[in-house]
């Protein structure tokens, strides 16, 4: 399996971005797809996730409302639209595949230790 993450660039507050990450493989049907942030010298952070059949998304409370995250099966993408940017949101972003199933989604989705695969990373920068 392989992850390509684009979509980032630099925008200024108040802006949107959509991110987008392509699956190659057939395990994206089954899987749970995640997008993590991580900041240099800090910690791997949970973004949002979506379940396999899109019906079951999660938000990290810093991001809700805000982010919006789907996937479109037919071309093996999941997307993340971000809206109302901050400076705050600055980092680098990462898709990322997890293989547990549907009923392990709620225990799991915001664990980036659940995850087996990852993107490259994008870049977002918001100026003030």
């Known amino acids: 399996v392989q992850l390509q993450a684009s979509g980032g660039g630099l925008v200024q507050t108040g802006d949107s971005l959509r991110l987008s990450c392509a699956v190659s493989?057939?395990?994206?049907?089954?899987?749970?797809m995640g997008w993590f942030r991580q900041a240099p010298g800090k910690d791997r952070e949970f973004v949002a996730a979506?379940?396999?059949?899109?019906?079951?998304?999660t938000y990290a409370d810093s991001v809700k409302g805000r982010f919006t995250i789907s996937k479109y099966s037919a071309e093996n993408t999941v997307h993340l639209q971000m809206n109302s940017l901050k400076p705050k949101d600055t980092t680098v972003y990462y898709c990322?595949?997890?293989?547990?199933?549907?009923?392990?989604?709620?225990?799991?989705?915001?664990?980036?230790?659940?995850?087996?695969?990852w993107g490259q990373g994008t870049l977002v920068t918001v100026s003030s």
């Open positions: 990322a595949l997890n293989r547990r199933s549907y009923y392990y989604f709620a225990r799991t989705a915001n664990d980036a230790n659940e995850y087996s695969d």
């Open positions: 979506i379940s396999y059949s899109g019906v079951g998304t």
């Open positions: 493989g057939r395990t994206f049907s089954s899987a749970t």
